[in-house]
């Protein structure tokens, strides 16, 4: 059984949106099982194939995470680039835009890593020298 809101089948995978309508379809007439959607909350769609922007802003994240914002940029830079790569996959955005959202991601997690690294040494060193300074 497969849940009412439910886009696929659990099961197999298949497509559970309804079918077409018939080419002899006379005009006037509702579409049985389509959604009537008002114009301005249909779906939008980027038909020319170009890239949204959220891989460039996960990117510019991870790029300022690496050079001095560390976490405050990284996390966020981290979490775009997963929402876009999941856009991607489930084919909600174009795929031209999936090596900038995995840059940023990665980048995003690594520069978080390697700055949360970096602060905790600058703890440890800074009370390593308070404590042999003789104070």
Same mark, same amino acid.
């Given at each position: /059984? ?10 197999? *995978? &298949?497509?559970?949106?309804? +079918? ?19 114009? &301005? ?10 890239? &949204?922007?959220?891989?460039?802003? +996960? ?23 997963? /929402? ?11 795929? *031209?835009?999936?090596? /900038? +959202? ?23 060193? &800074? +009370? ?8």
């Amino acid at each position: /059984m497969n849940p009412p809101e439910a886009a696929f089948c659990l099961n197999c *995978s &298949s497509s559970l949106a309804p +079918a077409p309508p018939f080419i002899g379809q006379q005009q006037g007439q509702p579409e049985f099982g389509a959604p009537n959607y008002p114009m &301005s909350a249909q779906p939008k769609t980027n038909e020319a194939g170009e890239a &949204s922007q959220k891989p460039l802003i +996960a990117l510019i994240l991870a790029i300022s995470a690496f050079f001095c914002c560390g976490p405050i940029t990284g996390v966020p830079a981290a979490i775009v680039g997963w /929402m876009e790569l999941d856009a991607i996959k489930n084919g909600r955005s174009p795929v *031209s835009g999936k090596t /900038m +959202a995995t840059i940023g991601f990665w980048g995003g997690i690594a520069a978080t890593i390697i700055h949360s690294i970096l602060f905790v040494l600058w703890i440890l060193f &800074s +009370a390593l020298t308070a404590g042999g300074s003789g104070f």
